[in-house]
């Protein structure tokens, strides 16, 4: 039996995704951040 340290394969998909999901989101954030900072330059 190999239910003790082998994860289903949905399971580890799911994490997986879950993981891509939260860099593609702090990849966006950092990306409006920098061109918030962008305009706040040109302003200045």
Not at 3 to 30: D, V
Request: proline share 2%; charged share 25%; hydrophobic share 35%.
């Amino acid at each position: 039996m190999e239910s003790g340290f082998s994860l289903p394969k949905w399971l580890l998909y799911r994490e997986n995704q879950g993981a891509m999901r939260l860099r593609g989101h702090l990849c966006i954030n950092t990306g409006i951040n920098r061109l918030r900072d962008g305009l706040r330059y040109k302003n200045l």
